[in-house]
């Protein structure tokens, strides 16, 4: 379906032509016929990150928003009749010329010999392809659309288009995005699991991942074709923390969401083909950018140096330990230490140090780093076990010295906003990470 102008639609403009205009005069030779619309908005929640050495179980991550963007955008196969799934069988009925029936099949008519022409080969579908998947990381998605991300829709698992209980919008986990609904027959996928968590009751199945990428269709069983309806889906994912081997690794997931099928030769630029081997109906891909859905973020240690001098005849020395070889089998971990500074004004450049191995300390002196500074640090190192002390002395620590150890800031990364928060009670229950058991005050 072509996208509308910024007005909301574009115009389709006939041509009228006539071999003698005297005997028949057209008075408006190029018409407006009809308007295209661009039926589908799509959307992602926030980008949630997880932290590579926390492992995840069935973790909910985002919810994949598809809106309407006018009334009749989503449609059933033919017009539903009173049998649940009834909506994707063969539509026999739809043979009465001139009536509207609100499907992707329209005007049906059985031919001799077998077949049916006009019958669409299925239902409108909704598709997500995924693709940066970090290698480790298993993706779930819900069978069904949910309610506030991780509830299920209220109703019956599975829905008829009368009585009962049922919500109005409805879709369902097909195979694939062309298998083609037959009678007696729908490609549905029945739910493997639940969700979130071990307690949850969202109906899941886990996603097939190859080479990062992987591919959810949902095909519409139930529309309501006075309203403008939003369908949302829940993801998941499940992963098993191995730092030592930088598993899983640090990356940022995304996913294209667009109608079903899309044709690989079938895009934006290339226009609409006309063929009689793709299937009916048939989209454009996703002419959008990728939207982020979460990410795995290395874990890192964050410390807090709240008094460096190099003024007055004092210096500071630093020194920052990779504690992560010990002699209870952590896997060993090494990076970087971004040095930031700090003293009420114009602030040196942060100081990058050289990849930190485990098991050993960087120093360095703030008459090197940053002479003639006075203010804090805050030093951000990607590996997780890392443990600051200063030595604040006189030149030659003849007459005054002394030493502290650097606080260990809890990474924002783990708090429940993603923002820096003081409060014991500042991060998600979930996240067993240990530098979240706690604020700020839990000190060094």
């Not at 930190?356 to 090197?368: F, K, R």
């Amino acid at each position: 379906m072509s996208g509308g102008s910024a007005a909301g639609a574009t115009p389709v403009i006939a041509s009228i032509a006539v071999s003698n205009t005297a005997t028949l005069p057209v008075s408006n030779a190029s018409p407006t016929v009809a308007f295209v619309q661009s039926g589908l908005t799509t959307a992602a929640s926030s980008s949630t990150t997880e932290n590579q050495c926390v492992s995840q179980t069935k973790t909910a991550v985002n919810t994949l928003t598809f809106t309407e963007n006018f009334a009749t955008a989503w449609k059933t196969r033919v017009v539903p009749g009173a049998g649940a799934n009834s909506g994707q069988g063969l539509g026999t009925a739809q043979n009465v010329p001139g009536s509207i029936f609100n499907s992707e099949s329209n005007f049906v008519l059985p031919v001799p010999g077998g077949g049916t022409a006009g019958l669409a080969d299925f239902g409108t579908r909704l598709k997500a392809t995924f693709n940066n998947v970090p290698t480790g990381v298993r993706l779930f998605v819900s069978v069904n659309n949910v309610t506030n991300g991780v509830l299920p829709l209220a109703g019956t698992a599975v829905p008829s288009p009368v009585g009962g209980n049922i919500p109005s919008t409805f879709a369902q986990l097909v195979v694939s995005e062309s298998v083609v609904d037959t009678s007696g027959f729908f490609p549905s996928i029945a739910a493997t699991d639940n969700a979130p968590g071990t307690g949850g009751n969202v109906p899941i199945v886990e996603l097939p991942v190859t080479n990062g990428s992987a591919l959810a269709v949902w095909e519409i069983l139930n529309t309501n074709p006075n309203s403008n309806e939003t369908a949302k889906f829940a993801v998941f994912t499940t992963f098993t923390s191995n730092v030592a081997t930088n598993s899983p690794p640090p990356l940022t997931a995304t996913v294209n969401l667009s109608f079903a099928p899309s044709p690989p030769a079938f895009t934006a630029s290339t226009g609409a083909a006309a063929s009689n081997t793709l299937p009916v109906p048939r989209f454009i891909q996703d002419p959008n950018a990728a939207k982020n859905i979460f990410a795995v973020a290395v874990c890192r240690t964050i410390l807090l140096f709240p008094f460096v001098t190099n003024q007055a005849g004092f210096d500071t020395g630093l020194a920052i330990a990779n504690t992560s070889t010990d002699v209870f089998g952590t896997g060993p971990q090494a990076g970087t230490c971004t040095l930031n500074w700090f003293s009420g004004g114009t602030a040196p450049p942060p100081t990058v140090s050289a990849s930190v191995a485990s098991g050993t300390v960087y120093t360095n002196l703030a008459s090197i780093a940053v002479p003639g500074f006075q203010g804090y640090m805050i030093a951000v190192c990607q590996f997780q076990f890392a443990h600051g002390f200063a030595f604040i002395s006189d030149l030659g620590a003849r007459n005054l010295a002394m030493g502290y150890l650097a606080l260990v800031i809890p990474d924002p990364l783990s708090q429940n906003n993603g923002v820096r928060n003081a409060s014991a009670n500042g991060c998600s229950s979930s996240n067993s990470d240990i530098k979240c058991a706690g604020g700020e005050e839990a000190g060094h």
